[in-house]
């Protein structure tokens, strides 16, 4: 039977499935379901800047939306940062498999030095959700990427776990990006984050929030970056996420350079015993082509490794498809 054990991370891991941070991983009784399901590791639901600062006395909670502020504040006050530790400490205890934190972000700011008791807590690894939409026509990309660059370097001098980035793909260069985050100790990068985004409720004239999970077809746009990135930056982890909905995505962005793939919407749909037919599917995938382990295939389908890359560069459909009426 194939071995599906990979690493992440560094940390070891029994298979590359891990579960994405998200409700399903916000209580210690649906991770111990999890893990009971096969998942190797767990990202636990995020835990947001403003919650730090809010505990730390120093968040000004303003906006133009009063309805935000006050949602802002409930939410804050109902899911303080001292239960956050509790979640990880429980967790690390109830399930033998790598718990990894989660945060939140959209600023290099004081709280970073938060981190240090997410390693005391037991944490195995921390995943670093950023990002900072750029809504200001002055400023220039590189000072919205500068974020990213200080936050790995405050990161680095007060954790010594290993540290992840969750990356947006709105990046005008996503592999300076990750190759940047490289030099400064980031072991990781998540390919790619799905964010809430708005919608709009015609009869009601209400701005709503668009559909919230993803689709099997969303998983394009990861499986394009993590073919090139995996080349192109080859030292660099890189855990595939977005739109992976069943066990052909996960042998595809395996295929692709990944060394683990993240779900969310399909346990979502499915439940959390779909962990297993993920896992079940892999492994008799292996099985079939003849294959031992992850690293006898993983990357093989790569940006470097195919006879021709240009496959992966295409982007403009009227070249390609122009016969399509
Ligand atoms: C209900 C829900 C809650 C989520 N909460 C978080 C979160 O707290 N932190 C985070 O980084 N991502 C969060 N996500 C995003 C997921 O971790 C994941 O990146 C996204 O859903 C794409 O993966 P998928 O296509 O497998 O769903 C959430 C997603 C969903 C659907």
């Not at 209580?27 to 009971?36: Q, T, Y």
């Not at 919608?199 to 499986?223: C, H, N, Q, T, Y």
């Not at 692709?256 to 492994?283: E, R, W």
Request: hydrophobic residues 40%; glycine residues 4%; contains cysteine.
């Amino acid at each position: 039977m194939a071995n599906l054990q990979t690493t992440y991370l560094g940390l070891k891991l029994k298979n590359p499935i891990i579960v994405s941070s998200s409700g399903l991983t916000s209580n210690v009784e649906s991770i111990k379901k999890l893990a009971d399901n096969g998942a190797a590791a767990v990202v636990l639901k995020s835990l947001f800047e403003e919650q730090i600062l809010q505990e730390a006395g120093s968040l000004s909670v303003h906006s133009d939306y009063p309805e935000a502020e006050d949602y802002l504040k409930a939410y804050v006050t109902s899911n303080n940062v001292e239960k956050y530790l509790e979640l990880i400490a429980q967790a690390k205890k109830a399930v033998d498999i790598p718990v990894i934190a989660s945060i939140n972000c959209v600023s290099a700011l004081n709280w970073i030095s938060f981190a240090a008791k997410i390693q005391e807590a037991g944490a195995d690894a921390l995943e670093i959700n950023v990002f900072v939409l750029p809504t200001d026509s002055r400023k220039k990309a590189e000072e919205y990427e500068e974020v990213y660059f200080t936050l790995a370097e405050k990161l680095k001098k007060v954790i010594t776990i290993p540290f992840s980035f969750k990356l947006s793909d709105h990046f005008t260069n996503p592999l300076r990006i990750i190759e940047q985050l490289w030099y400064r100790n980031v072991k990781g990068v998540v390919l790619f984050n799905r964010f809430f985004a708005p919608d709009i409720d015609i009869e009601k004239m209400k701005v709503i929030s668009a559909e919230v999970f993803s689709k099997p077809a969303d998983i394009r746009d990861s499986l394009r970056w993590v073919a090139i990135a995996s080349q192109k930056v080859p030292k660099i982890d890189i855990s595939a996420s977005t739109g992976v909905h069943d066990g052909e995505a996960v042998v595809k962005l395996l295929l692709a350079g990944a060394t683990s793939v993240q779900v969310c919407s399909t346990l979502y749909k499915n439940g959390h015993a779909y962990v297993k037919t993920l896992v079940d599917f892999l492994s008799a995938w292996m099985d079939k082509k003849g294959l031992k382990t992850i690293d006898d295939f993983k990357g093989k389908m790569n940006y470097g490794q195919i006879g021709d890359p240009e496959v992966y560069e295409r982007s403009q459909f009227m070249k390609y498809y122009s016969n399509y009426e």
